[in-house]
């Protein structure tokens, strides 16, 4: 297994739509066992395929020991009150915001074996499912941020890129995060 470089806000790969997986392959499970490396190297929960500059339509999560690789998630059905929680995102070290998510979402995806899953997920979870399932999609939890809140999360970031050069992020297993945050996905 590797760790791969995480890409970081400014990289186009985070901005696009991924593409469907029609076959699971070896490299294909490699991939996911090396994103499931590199979410827990940077302490993570959470981890889609164009945060390790991939195009296939796959993430990885483990919330609680609630541990899913998903290929091609699609969201079934929401249910519950909109929630509000903060967001953190490995793909935007350090930068946090609070996102109005359904409660509770059930997806269907196909698992690393080939099997179709339906998985149902409420609280962090839930909100965990959902933000990967918007990076597929070319989303960010900085997108759902109101104009203001985002202007700020913005202007830290700018502060803060150069330490990424080529939108680059380089996790290390032996040297964990100082900056943990259990949202971060």
Known sequence: MSILDIRVLGDPVLRKATKRVTEITDE?????????????????????????????????????????????????????????????????????????????VTIRATDENGNDVEVTGSELLGRCIQHEIDHLDGKLFI??????????????????????PGFIRKVRSEVKGEHHHETEM
Do not use: H
Not at 40 to 64: C, F, H, K, M, N
Not at 82 to 99: A, F, Q, R, T
């Open 143 to 164: 997108d759902y941020l109101s104009p203001l809140k985002r202007k700020a999360a913005m202007a830290k970031w700018e502060k803060g890129k150069a330490e990424y």
């Open 28 to 104: 294909l499970k490699k991939l996911i066992a090396d994103m499931f490396e590199t979410m827990y190297a940077a302490e993570g929960i959470g981890l889609a395929a164009p945060q390790v500059g991939r195009s296939e339509r796959l993430t990885v999560v483990d919330v609680e020991g609630a541990k899913f690789a998903l290929i091609n998630p699609e969201i079934v059905s929401t249910d519950g009150a909109n929630e509000k929680g903060e967001e953190g995102c490995l793909s935007i070290p350090d930068i946090y915001g609070d996102v109005e998510r359904p409660g509770t």
